[in-house]
């Protein structure tokens, strides 16, 4: 395999003529924010436009996004966003990216529009829409596009095939090839073998679990046990899943039916998703099930469903709130909640946070460790062999995934006769050039995280998310002294302040001494020279000593020092 996942490289060349240029701005490294942006001929063709979730080391974040920075001057020559399916992590950034341009053209199937249109109506955005289905074909300026039925854990999920002078692109989006789907719509293999028949230079396939040996166990295998656990349960039953996994809410709705439950949907996105669903037909609602959830204190708990959002350990979703008690839905005793979902790695810590207070609480908690509760939506390496061997790539390259993720789907595609040298290791930000049946990395361009911060776009920065691990895990302590402006003697102070030190201000007594001695000293080398911020500097720095070495701390340190 060729890769360069530590190596900085160099600005890439121009691009050529008769070149298919291929840029992942997300999804190679991390699950989620996916989106891959190829160019020939001077335009543009966007495949997913995804944002990834914060983890515990990104304190205040709401979202990240992939970086636009490399595409925000050429916005008029994006001939079209593909969208693959209708999960966050594929859509959740397409508002932000066309409040820069709203009139680029979005290109998916119904649902995937219609749950786009939905996220769009919210930031007062009107897009220009073309929904596809599989077997269709449609041309974007050079990119002609034929799109292709994949089973995923959403309905109406596709894959694309992009034919340019240069070369050809299958791109899978996320995929698996469950046989039995709910929805009987299954992985159109035999359109792939016909592809592969014709010629496929460039195959990007969805890495998500191809560490996992074997095949992906079916949808249809959930059923059974989420009917036992509603069978067995003698109180109120709350089910958390991604607010776009229909198919699971479709097994809750079924299960419910079936004891004798009313369900309630819990959370603004997973009212909004489920509403739009039912009302195309791609989730069945048996009568008289759904209830508002403002009523389901006037039903019995054992006829109670409640299905919520916050399945990944988010503090603000609906599950996240019912285990710190901050929401109308209570639990306790008896009842059982069951996180119908993958844990999305990095997650651990906030799902395991919520399980525990959900617990302590009194409720059983079902999860994919203890019970079969879940199946993912992506192939695993028995799948990603089956698909290889159909296709007969030229070249293949690992989307969607961590580097992990990446390098095993590389040695899944070696496995199947790939020639090393053909399995493209890449990661956000590398270039791509696709020439005469030749794939390579030819280049890295800048590409970091955009932070979605409450209102803010891409103004907080790892420095500032420094500063907040800070102040979570260190504390803080500011300084203030006053001196003359004339001569530089100290006036007043330093008072010394500390905020989650866990030390009484007291404790600062002892170093108060050797902070005027420094201040002094400071003073005295200053001459007729007075310079605050380096009076700053001075207190900073022996409070900063007296603190690591006596508390074992590094809190943030704010000296201020005024003239009067």
């Not at 709705?253 to 997973?270: E, I, N, P, Q, Y």
């Not at 019970?371 to 159909?390: D, F, R």
Request: with cysteine; proline share 5%; aromatic share 4%.
């Amino acid at each position: 395999m060729t890769t360069a996942f530590t190596d900085r490289l160099n600005q890439p060349p121009k691009l050529r003529r008769d070149t298919l240029r291929i840029i992942p701005l997300g999804g190679l490294g991390d699950v989620g924010r996916n989106m891959a942006v190829l160019e020939f001929e001077g335009r543009l063709l966007i495949i997913d436009c995804g944002v990834l979730f914060p983890e515990d080391a990104q304190p205040g974040v709401d979202l990240i996004l992939p970086d636009f920075d490399q595409i925000r001057d050429r916005l008029d020559d994006v001939a079209a966003i593909v969208l693959t399916h209708g999960h966050e992590d594929h859509i959740g950034a397409v508002p932000y990216l066309l409040r820069l341009k709203p009139d680029i053209p979005l290109v998916g199937s119904q649902l995937t529009l219609a749950f786009v249109e939905a996220k769009l109506r919210e930031h007062r955005i009107t897009p220009y829409t073309l929904a596809v289905k599989e077997g269709q074909k449609e041309s974007f300026g050079p990119f002609d596009c034929e799109f292709v039925a994949v089973n995923h854990s959403i309905p109406d999920a596709l894959a694309v095939h992009v034919s340019t002078p240069a070369g050809t692109v299958l791109h899978t989006g996320d995929f698996k090839m469950d046989q039995l789907p709910l929805d009987g719509r299954i992985t159109d293999l035999r359109a792939f073998a016909r592809l592969g028949e014709q010629g496929v230079d460039l195959f990007m396939v969805d890495s998500t679990n191809a560490e996992v040996p074997g095949f992906t166990v079916g949808e249809q295998e959930i059923g059974p046990t989420l009917n036992s656990i509603f069978a067995r349960a003698r109180q109120k039953i709350v089910v958390a899943s991604f607010s776009s996994h229909v198919h699971r809410v479709q097994q809750v709705l079924d299960a419910a039916a079936t004891h004798g439950r009313k369900v309630a949907f819990v959370g603004r996105s997973m009212v909004r998703n489920m509403g739009i669903a039912a009302e195309m037909g791609y989730l069945h609602v048996p009568d008289e099930i759904l209830v508002d959830v403002k009523r389901i204190d006037d039903l019995p708990d054992e006829q109670v469903v409640l299905m919520c959002t916050g399945s990944q350990g988010e503090p603000m979703a609906a599950l996240g709130r019912i285990a710190n008690r901050d929401h109308r839905v209570s639990v306790g005793p008896g009842d059982v909640v069951i996180l119908a979902s993958s844990l999305i790695p990095g997650n651990e810590h906030a799902v395991f946070r919520v399980v525990n207070g959900l617990m302590a609480l009194g409720a059983e908690v079902v999860h994919k460790g203890n019970a079969k509760v879940h199946t993912s939506g992506h192939a695993s390496a028995g799948e990603l062999l089956y698909c290889y061997n159909i296709v007969r790539p030229k070249n293949v390259m690992p989307i969607h995934g961590e580097v992990r993720h990446l390098i095993a789907n590389g040695r899944v595609a070696e496995a199947t006769g790939i020639p090393e040298k053909n399995v493209v290791l890449a990661k956000d930000g590398h270039v791509v050039d696709l020439k005469d049946g030749v794939a390579k990395v030819v280049g890295e361009v800048p590409n970091g995280y955009v932070y979605v911060d409450g209102s803010s776009v891409g103004a907080i920065s790892e420095a500032d998310l420094k500063d907040r691990r800070i102040l979570g895990d260190e504390g803080f302590i500011s300084l203030f002294a006053v001196v003359n402006s004339e001569t530089g003697a100290l006036i007043a102070g330093p008072e010394i302040h500390a905020r989650g030190v866990a030390e009484d201000d007291e404790v600062f007594e002892r170093i108060r001494p050797e902070i005027i001695k420094a201040l002094e000293q400071a003073v005295a080398d200053q001459s007729n020279r007075r310079d605050t911020h380096q009076l700053q500097q001075v207190m900073r720095r022996v409070i900063g000593r007296y603190v690591s070495q006596r508390l074992r701390r590094r809190p943030m340190i704010i000296p201020i020092v005024i003239e009067a």
